[in-house]
């Protein structure tokens, strides 16, 4: 409905009623009819705002933001001037929120906070990189819409705005000396000087920083209304403006902090916890009264809180050896913490290996020297992260893989003369790089360590038997199934000798082994073992112990490979019970049990069920494993099934291709998990009758999983029948019968296994 005071039309453009008013302007939503029908925004000059400082002003706003297109700057449209000579412009109409009120009525996490937060700082140094400087940033306009179902902030009002390296206007445009432009709360302290001389890029992003911490802990680092404007200005502009930190700033908000904290998901420990360290510094930094020590551009303060985000190493914060290695520690969490267990195991072990000892034998000697290998190993690892320190880096960036190859030859070179420590670390380094997917180095350190434990004295070889184990590991995600089958069993029969039968290191090769088999389509020789491996864990460990989640998992996969169902879903389902219960919603093992799950609901054509589980499976492999990891290549291959079984092949061919892009990268040449990749992509081909590029996949697919899982496994008999559809289509109707028989024998014969 118009506003009495709104006139009918301004220009070509409809009234239709009030959207809001500033300093020097009134915005309209209007509707717009030729060349286009849509709804805009129309900011025209007050009445009787028509000094020329003002005049300037709003022409340089409309200037401002006719130079910039950048997605989160909301777009000029046209301009002009009024029948009385009022200028307007026209802008895209946002409907939104302030960017707090949205954070706060979505209950946004910290983390999520930040990645609403990063694209504003882009639009910001859009603007500075345009020479524009919008000099009063605030929550009011940050408008967050919604478009496609995603929250897209838009930086609004450049109505301030000062140009730094050209002129927006005829009618230079200088703050008026005494003339305070902005938002106290927000305002840099050399705004507040009044003197507008000496005002650059970092006076935006001050006001960013006391952005930030207002969305960080839900109120102001100094409010103006609490102290009086005077004093505030007193304050900031002799720079005494010293807030205390985010994290100290919630132990004064009393009551309000259980509402702070619900809002962003959390309890007030946790979000404490969660601001202290990074987050501290990087608001303290943006904010620092001198601007000397602030960022130098926005763009740094946006790539600092996404280093954050990414578990690097921030800028913003003084840089030490400790701090770099517990970035490092939790940036490849899932590659060291496999690492980091069995070097704790391995000095654990060691050292209750020699208090043992010492007090069965009073070999004091051999306990010293047992006690001086654990210090080694020890010193070792300390020295081995010392390459990310500063000093010692000299300034180069470490990569994982730079401190794990340096490792892998310190090893060989420094320890050759103690095969105790060599054996122990060669096996360390081998499970992580094997965690990393980086099996073509994880193998020769395996077998280096599996050597090396060989020629050692050990009566019950049970050293030898956790080679044979992290071996068969490798040999079985390499595709090198009858090479794995080997090792695990004979790693089975060391350990049941040594330890009987129930023991849970004895399930914990069961498990290995049942998962091979499955692997192989030996159906019904996994089942049993696996079912044994079960009732081992669950008997030793409890129910809800995340070595048994593994075993749970694998039998609720040969469930659902048999096309039991009904007996799949809840093993999956208690899976990933037990894992998020012991690692929380982010852990590599919750990513696989979410794929496990989305891959029933595939098969049970459950294709809105199966959607969000593939999703968040991916987001977890590409943030704990990086882009090119076998595991995001794996559920890449499955969101491409899922496009194709609904009729998308836009969106699965391109998945597709990518799977099998990084599997060729990462895998050996001959692993069956290309041809699952192959056997898609052949499949979207054909089903868009590109049926000349379609074949040559379904022929490498089909020789593939014929040389290396055998004529006999059900995944030939899917290739052979995806196939013969295509040759049906292609006028070989007596080839394409061929096939189908073929499938149906490998099919029953499979059937009759089960």
């Known amino acids: 409905m118009t506003s009495p005071e709104a006139p009918e039309r301004i220009g070509p453009y409809r009234i239709l009623q009030v959207l809001g008013e500033g300093g020097m302007g009134v915005v309209y939503v209007a509707e717009q009819t030729e060349p286009v029908r849509r709804r805009v925004a129309l900011k025209i000059m007050k009445l009787g705002m028509d000094t020329k400082q003002v005049v300037a002003r709003f022409e340089a706003e409309r200037q401002a933001l006719a130079v910039m297109e950048h997605p989160n700057i909301a777009k000029v449209l046209d301009g002009g001037a009024s029948e009385t000579g009022r200028p307007y412009f026209v802008m895209e109409l946002v409907r939104g929120v302030p960017i707090t009120e949205y954070c706060d009525m979505h209950r946004l996490s910290t983390r999520h906070r930040l990645a609403l937060f990063i694209p504003v700082c882009h639009a910001v140094q859009h603007a500075h990189q345009k020479g524009v400087i919008h000099r009063d940033l605030k929550p009011s306009n940050v408008i967050v819409a919604v478009q496609d179902d995603r929250p897209v902030p838009k930086v609004i009002d450049f109505g301030i705005a000062k140009a730094v390296s050209q002129r927006l206007t005829e009618l230079t445009l200088v703050t008026e000396y005494g003339q305070a432009m902005g938002t106290p709360a927000y305002m840099s302290p050399e705004q507040a000087e009044m003197s507008g001389l000496d005002v650059d890029t970092r006076t935006d992003i001050y006001s960013l920083g006391v952005m930030l911490y207002e969305l960080l802990v839900g109120r102001l680092p100094l409010d103006p209304a609490e102290m009086g404007v005077p004093a505030f200005f007193a304050r900031l502009v002799m720079r005494e403006s010293s807030p205390p930190r985010p994290s100290g700033r919630l132990s004064t908000l009393g009551r309000d902090q259980v509402g702070i904290a619900s809002s962003r998901q959390t309890n007030m420990s946790a979000l404490r916890k969660e601001l202290r360290g990074d987050l501290d510094w990087i608001v303290m930094k943006a904010m620092d009264p001198d601007r000397t020590r602030r960022y130098e551009t926005v763009n740094e303060l946006a790539a600092d809180l996404q280093r954050h985000l990414d578990d690097e190493p921030v800028v913003a914060r003084p840089p030490s050896a400790r701090y770099r290695l517990a970035k490092f520690i939790r940036r490849h969490r899932a590659g060291v913490a496999a690492g980091a267990a069995a070097m704790a195991a391995l000095l654990i072990g060691a050292t209750v290996a020699t208090v043992g000892l010492v007090r069965a034998t009073r070999a004091e000697a051999v306990a010293r020297q047992e006690a001086e290998a654990v210090r080694q190993v020890a010193d070792f690892l300390v020295g081995l992260f010392r390459v990310s320190d500063p000093g010692e880096a000299r300034g180069n960036t470490i990569t994982a893989r730079e401190i794990l190859d340096q490792g892998a030859r310190q090893i060989t070179t420094e320890l050759g003369d103690q095969p105790a420590v060599q054996a122990r670390l060669t096996q360390t380094m081998g499970e992580v790089y094997s965690e990393l997917g980086l099996y073509d180095a994880a193998r020769p350190l395996l077998e280096q360590s599996l050597a090396l434990r060989e020629k050692l004295r050990d009566p019950d070889q049970l050293g030898v038997a956790t080679g044979l184990v992290d071996l068969a590991s490798v040999a079985r995600r390499q595709g090198t199934f009858a090479q794995a089958e080997s090792l695990y069993r004979r790693a089975l029969t060391i350990r049941e000798a040594a330890l009987g039968p129930n023991d849970p290191q004895v399930a914990a090769v069961l498990n290995g082994l049942g998962g091979l088999l499955f692997t192989q389509g030996k159906y019904a020789e996994a089942e049993p ?103 995001v290549a794996t559920i890449l291959n499955n969101l491409g099934e899922l496009a194709w079984a609904q009729g998308k092949y836009a969106e699965a061919e391109p998945l597709f291709r990518r799977s099998l892009e990084i599997k060729r990268k990462v895998l050996t040449a001959d692993h069956p998990s290309i041809a699952i990749s192959q056997n898609g992509l052949a499949s979207v081909l054909r089903d868009q009758g590109r049926y000349r590029e379609a074949e040559p996949f379904y022929q490498r697919a089909l020789a593939l999983r014929e040389r290396v899982l055998g004529p006999d496994n059900p995944s030939v008999a899917e290739t052979l029948r995806a196939y013969a559809a295509l040759l049906r289509r292609t006028g070989r109707a007596d080839q394409a019968a061929g096939f189908e028989a073929r499938a149906q024998a490998v099919e029953a014969k499979s059937k009759s296994h089960k």
């Open 529 to 631: 073992v696996l079912k044994r491996a079960m009732q081992l864990r669950e008997r030793a460990l409890g129910p809800n112990a995340p070595d048994l989640g593994s075993t749970v998992r694998n039998l609720g996969a040969l469930y659902w490979a048999q096309g039991r169902y009904a007996e799949a879903e809840p093993m999956l389902r208690r899976a990933l019970q037990i894992y998020e219960r012991a690692y929380g919603a982010d852990h590599r093992e919750v990513a696989a049990s979410l794929n496990n799950l989305g891959a029933l609901y595939w098969t049970e054509k459950k294709y809105p069920e199966a959607e969000p589980l593939y999703v968040r499976a991916q987001q977890i492999y590409e943030k704990l494993l990086g882009p090119e990891h076998p595991d």
